[in-house]
């Protein structure tokens, strides 16, 4: 299959800590994009990253991508209660491929 | 204003049932998709349409049939519902064509919660 594959599938930190999730992905992709979907509701989006980028930042969010390793990873800095969600990366393969998210990583930050 | 907006939100029916959610975006986006996240979390895609059109139809039961009279809704219609059917049902949209991820923004609804009993 094509979902990104995040890593780990759960993490509990205190708040205040930075967490920091991981996503590998199979085939050369244009662009990776990281989504957060809080219980019950829907995924939105975060923050895109293209190919030939190695580094972005938005916020307390910083993403990186090593596409010789086909991974990228999000790391949330000073995390509070509020960042306790689940989050997935969602390769932008070029192939031309649908998206497939994978399972993403259940964060939770405890007061 | 609720850019994508699926009805209902929760839907309990029983086992052979005939049901339909409903979608709407309002963000003037060419491409709408539903979802389906499963207890695993995964959360899989189903069709995608362009314009009106069928773009991406994944191993999907021709129990599921999709439908979009325009371009800004996408309604997914499902007959003879069966257990394994129960899941989070996810509509979306992006500017773009449909058949690849372009990295454009997918903005998702809020999600459909059916259970069948």
């Known amino acids: 299959s094509q979902q990104g594959e995040e890593d780990p599938q759960a993490l509990s930190i205190q708040e205040g800590e930075n967490a920091t999730m991981n996503c590998s992905y199979k085939t050369s992709i244009n662009n990776l994009q990281w989504y957060r979907q809080n219980s019950g509701r829907g995924l939105v989006h975060l923050i895109l990253?293209?190919?030939?980028?190695r580094e972005k930042h938005s916020g307390r969010l910083r993403v990186t991508l090593d596409t010789s390793k086909k991974s990228s990873s999000l790391l949330i800095t000073a995390s509070r209660a509020a960042d306790t969600a689940s989050y997935f990366c969602?390769?932008?393969?070029?192939?031309?491929?649908?998206?497939?998210f994978g399972a993403g990583t259940r964060l939770f930050v405890k007061a | 204003d609720t850019a994508v907006s699926q009805t209902p939100k929760y839907l309990v029916t029983q086992m052979g049932n005939d049901k339909s959610i409903k979608c709407e975006q309002n963000?003037?986006?060419?491409?709408m998709y539903w979802y389906k996240q499963d207890s695993k979390k995964f959360l899989k895609i189903m069709f995608s349409?362009?314009?009106?059109?069928?773009?991406i139809n994944e191993t999907v039961p021709n129990r599921f049939s999709p439908k979009s009279p325009d371009k800004a809704h996408l309604n997914l219609h499902i007959n003879s519902l069966e257990l394994g059917d129960s899941a989070v049902y996810f509509c979306?949209?992006?500017?773009?064509?449909?058949?690849?991820?372009?990295?454009?923004?997918?903005?998702f609804g809020e999600g459909s919660w059916l259970t069948v009993v």
């Open positions: 969602a390769p932008g393969y070029t192939g031309g491929f649908k998206t497939i």
């Open positions: 979306a949209s992006s500017q773009d064509d449909g058949t690849a991820f372009s990295g454009n923004t997918i903005y």
């Open positions: 963000l003037g986006h060419d491409t």
């Open positions: 990253i293209r190919s030939n980028e």
């Open positions: 349409y362009n314009n009106k059109e069928l773009i």
